[in-house]
C-alpha cells in the first residue's frame, strides 16, 4: 500500500491557501494576505493585535499623549474662533465689525450683537434704565465666551498668529487634554482678572487672556526641559509693552491671563512623576475655584 503524499500546511485564516511561512509568535500557518512584518519574521493579525494592547502607549515628558504633535486641539480652536468670527460680521448692522472701528487705530472692527453678548462685562446695562447685564448679573458664561470673541479681523488676525505659532509646540509637549486645560483655564483666568480690574460697564472681548498665557507657559515648559529661553523672552517683553503702549488693550486680561496660564504650566511641567496625573488635576482644580471665589466677591461687592 502507497503512502500519501505529505500534505502542504494551508493558512489558518485561508484554509485554500498553501503557504510556508509561521507566525513567530504563534507558530500559526499564514498566507502573504495574513502575513504582518515583525521585528524578527512575520505575525498573523491576532498576535499583531494582542501585542499593541500589551504596549504601553507612548506619553510626552508631561504625561499627555503623542497625538498631540499633530496640533489637533489648535487647528480646531482656531477654527472655532475664525467661525465666530465670520457670525460676528453676520450679525453686525453697522458695518464695522470687520475694520473701522476704534481699536489699533481704526484698524480693528467695532462691537456687533454677537460681542455685546459674550464679551466680559462686569455689570451694566445697554440703554439707559434698560435690562442691567454683564457677570455680577449671573451672565457668568461671558468669562468663557469672551476668548473666542474678536474686535474685527485684525484683533483676530493678531490673536490666532500667536496661537497658531505657541499652540503648536505646546501642544506637542503637554498632550491634547493638558494643552486644552492650559489654554481654557489660562483664558478664563485672564477674563475673571478683567471682571475684578476693569469698570462695571466695560466690556472686553479676545482669545489674548488665553495667548498670553501661553507666553508664559512656553517660557515655563522649556526651562523644565533645559532649553534655551532666550529667545522666548525678548517677545514676551514686547507683548507686554505692546500691551501697556496701545490704547483700546486690556491691560487686566493680558496680565491676568499671562500669570495664570505660568501657573497652570507650573502645575502641569513639576508635577510629581509617580502621581502626575491626580497631582496636575488637583492643581488645575484648585486654581479654578480660587478663580470661582474671586468672582464670587466681586459680584458681591458690585450688587453691594
Request: proline share 5%; charged share 10%; with cysteine.
Amino acid at each position: 500500500m502507497s503512502e500519501s503524499p505529505p500534505t502542504a500546511p494551508v493558512c489558518y485564516r485561508h484554509p485554500g491557501r498553501e503557504t510556508y511561512v509561521r507566525c513567530t509568535r504563534c507558530d500559526r500557518s499564514i498566507c502573504p494576505d495574513c502575513m504582518r512584518e515583525a521585528s524578527v519574521g512575520h505575525q498573523c493579525p491576532e498576535c499583531v493585535n494582542e501585542g499593541r494592547r500589551s504596549v504601553r502607549p507612548a506619553r510626552t515628558a508631561f504625561g499627555g499623549g503623542i497625538a498631540g504633535r499633530h496640533g489637533y486641539v489648535t487647528k480646531a480652536l482656531i477654527a472655532v474662533n475664525v467661525l465666530l468670527m465670520v457670525l460676528s460680521i453676520a450679525s453686525d448692522r453697522g458695518g464695522d465689525a470687520a475694520a473701522g472701528g476704534s481699536g489699533f487705530g481704526g484698524l480693528a472692527g467695532g462691537e456687533t450683537p454677537l460681542t455685546r453678548w459674550g464679551g466680559v462685562l462686569g455689570y451694566a446695562s445697554y440703554v439707559p434704565f434698560g435690562p442691567v447685564h454683564g457677570v455680577a448679573a449671573g451672565e457668568w458664561y461671558r468669562l468663557f465666551t469672551a476668548m473666542f470673541l474678536h474686535y474685527g479681523l485684525l484683533h483676530l488676525l493678531l490673536n490666532m498668529w500667536a496661537l497658531w505659532v505657541l499652540g503648536r509646540e505646546l501642544e506637542g509637549a503637554l498632550g491634547r487634554v493638558r494643552f486644552l486645560a492650559l489654554y481654557l483655564i489660562a483664558g478664563l483666568g485672564g477674563n475673571v482678572a478683567v471682571f475684578l480690574f476693569s469698570a462695571p460697564n466695560q466690556s472686553t472681548v479676545g482669545a489674548s487672556t488665553a495667548t498670553f498665557g501661553l507666553f508664559a507657559a512656553i517660557f515655563v515648559i522649556m526651562r523644565r526641559l533645559g532649553h534655551n529661553t532666550s529667545s522666548i523672552v525678548p517677545v514676551l517683553v514686547v507683548n507686554l509693552v505692546f500691551t501697556f503702549a496701545v490704547p483700546g488693550i486690556s491691560i487686566p486680561g493680558h496680565l491676568g491671563g499671562l500669570a495664570v496660564g505660568g501657573l497652570m504650566a507650573l502645575v502641569l511641567a513639576y508635577a510629581p512623576r509617580g502621581w502626575r496625573t491626580l497631582a496636575q488635576a488637583t492643581g488645575g482644580g484648585i486654581i479654578l475655584l480660587v478663580l470661582l471665589a474671586l468672582v464670587l466677591v466681586r459680584t458681591a461687592v458690585l450688587l453691594g
